[in-house]
């Protein structure tokens, strides 16, 4: 599986538990050197580099995820480019960060205040140290759009703390024509077992739709 921005490694450490082969890269050199250094056995392979440049083999992975990290670089080349590198059948797990359009999202913007003082109380606060892209490019209403028009049957959801998420299973090689005409908007299903599971269960926020 091949986690996309991966930071410091925190996610791939937490999947290379469940799933033999764990591939994290990301640009900035210093996350990469300290995700290095937290996985002295080697067991997962970290790249330092550019997702959207760096050679990866077409269709060499059964599950991708990517969290806090798709707003970073051209959402819709990166959705494109995962597309390729999943087999047919493979899973892309998604958890990404977007902006609010007011007044429409103004609910929503008030329930993420709360729930955000509500874990800053209640929790032990974290400072991640890659990069941070403050604002994301995309509002929510345009990344719903954008992942529905790359992903074809797409699941999307909102939830709180300015994060969405988006699931997405793979057409298997020989219906993947019919599926792409098909409606837009249905839900994915997984079919990665254990890691796939996990990241839902763990990763994906509390829905705020």
């Not at 958890?95 to 103004?106: E, K, M, Q, T």
């Not at 992903?151 to 299973?169: K, M």
Request: proline share 8%.
């Amino acid at each position: 599986m091949l986690d996309v921005g991966c930071g410091e490694g925190m996610l791939a450490r937490q999947l290379a538990r469940l799933v033999p082969q764990v591939v994290g890269i990301d640009q900035d050199g210093a996350s990469i050197d300290l995700a290095r250094r937290q996985d002295p056995g080697g067991k997962i392979g970290f790249i330092c580099g550019d997702f959207l440049t760096h050679p990866l083999a077409p269709a060499s992975f059964n599950m991708i995820t990517s969290v806090a990290a798709l707003h970073h670089m051209d959402a819709r080349a990166a959705l494109g480019l995962m597309d390729q590198l999943l087999v047919p059948g493979g899973t892309l797990a998604i958890v990404g960060l977007a902006r609010s359009r007011l007044p429409a999202d103004l609910l929503f913007e008030a329930a993420a205040v709360i729930a955000n003082l509500g874990y800053r109380l209640t929790r032990t606060y974290w400072e991640q140290p890659s990069p941070i892209v403050w604002p994301p490019p995309h509002t929510y209403a345009s990344m719903k759009a954008l992942a529905r028009q790359a992903l074809p049957g797409v699941r999307y959801r909102r939830h709180l703390l300015w994060r969405y998420s988006l699931v997405w299973a793979k057409p298997p090689a020989m219906s993947r024509a019919i599926n792409l005409r098909r409606s837009q908007g249905r839900g994915a299903r997984s079919g990665t077992g254990g890691g796939v599971s996990w990241f839902r269960a763990r990763i994906l926020p509390s829905p705020g739709r």
